[in-house]
């Protein structure tokens, strides 16, 4: 698979105002991962903060991801810099940096993602270059993967104007769970103050030409073209555990 051609491509729809669809993925097994990559997805966030999934799983899950021609993210349990190196040196092509707040901050994380002369990520034979074999090629890639703001906290909204601005963002996606519980509202999607809140932050993105991303956790086609319908264009469609819950749930047969 060539990568540089797929980033290509999500961030050539991204500029035409079209929607990249993925998915993510929480359970640590390569099995799952090659099923999810050959589903027919832009993209597999795999879930380095709330799921079981460890660093050095990585390598073994981008590569089942590639099989079906999908591109592997990884959403960083933190976004430290040295978790930045070791995700994209396993094979990501790109990072999901949940609770980013300030704009210094998103910039930490850019130039932590990138070799120089980009950023500041160290070089070296790994994974990512089939361990030297791909260097030259893999240089070009090194200098821009795909980048993606998690916005978590009301408080974020005065400083989400600057944070649209870092260089290298390609998306930013709402956490709507740790958004909702930043207000008081745990949970309550449909609360007139969480809406007003999305909105803004979608409006936002929108005068940046940035995509604004969100999650449809449950699986249902029609709530996917609902929020690109709204303006989302980089959307997760649901979970690996949830797609396994709800087939499971509509498996037997009625009592």
Known sequence: MNKLDKLRAIRQALAANG???GSWMQI???????????AGFDWIAIDLEHGSISLHQLPDLC??????????????????????KQALDAGAAGVIVPMVETADQLRRVAAAC????AGTR??????ANLFGKRFADY????QAPLLVAMIEHVGTLEHLPKILSVEGLDAIFIGPYDLSA????????????FKAVTGRIRTLADAASIACGVHVVAPSREELAARINDGYRFVAH??????????????????
Do not use: K
């Not at 240089?139 to 090194?142: K, T």
């Not at 930043?182 to 103050?193: E, H, K, V």
């Open 139 to 142: 240089q070009h890639e090194a």
């Open 122 to 127: 160290g070089v070296g034979f790994s994974r």
């Open 114 to 117: 990138r070799w120089p002369p």
């Open 238 to 255: 649901s979970i690996d555990a949830v797609f396994l819950s709800s087939s499971l749930r509509n498996a037997h047969l009625p009592a």
């Open 182 to 193: 930043s207000m008081g509202l745990t949970g309550r999607f449909d609360d007139p103050d």
């Open 19 to 21: 929607a990249s669809i």
């Open 63 to 84: 590569r089942a991801i590639e099989l079906g021609n999908t591109l592997p993210l990884v959403r960083l349990a933190q976004g430290g810099l040295s978790e930045c």
């Open 28 to 38: 640590p097994h390569a099995s799952v991962a090659e099923l999810m990559g050959d």
